[in-house]
């Protein structure tokens, strides 16, 4: 029980201040990956088989999502928002079709992740994950909107 609290301490501590650096430094993808990767791993308590497994799996598939969807989705909005008064039209179409088409190619990716981690694990095993990557993500929102809005606070 003490060892279980002891990370969830750590994991806590590594959460709140890797978020905190974040929102001024730009948290590499690794090591934002690491953290929601570790702390999916936390709050289901898997077996060592069940985390090899969940570890390849989600590890893969995440890079795969990052290169392939999340960095060009970036590129798109931060050239769109800059551009936005100047974007004709066919520009904004353009940008709206290129930028659903990575949201499908992204949901696709993690269909196939999923379908993955159902052959390989107990289905109540892959619904803890899915539970557990929201309440990370949902973790990670209350975060950056706090460390924003403070920031919001200190404008002139």
């Known amino acids: 029980m003490l060892n279980w609290i002891n990370k969830n301490t750590v994991l806590l501590l590594l959460l709140t201040t890797g978020f ?14 690491a953290i ?33 969807c999340r960095k060009p989705m970036y590129a798109l909005r931060k050239n769109a928002f ?3 008064d100047k974007l004709n039209e066919k520009d904004v ?12 190619l992204m949901l696709h990716k993690k269909q196939d992740r999923n379908k993955e981690l159902l052959k390989k694990l107990p289905a109540k095993k892959v619904l803890q ?10 973790h990670a ?16």
């Open 82 to 84: 800059k551009e936005q």
């Open 93 to 104: 179409s353009r940008f709206i079709k290129e930028y659903d088409s990575l949201e499908q």
């Open 20 to 33: 905190g650096y974040a929102q001024k430094h730009h948290m590499s993808y690794e090591r934002m990956k």
């Open 141 to 156: 929102l209350q975060i950056m909107n706090r460390t924003t809005k403070k920031e919001n606070e200190n404008l002139p």
């Open 129 to 138: 994950i899915f539970v557990a990557e929201d309440r990370f993500n949902r």
């Open 36 to 68: 929601k990767l570790t702390y999916i791993a936390e709050k289901c308590e898997m077996t060592t088989e069940e985390e090899k497994i969940y570890w390849t799996i989600f590890d893969q598939s995440e890079d795969e999502i990052f290169k392939a």
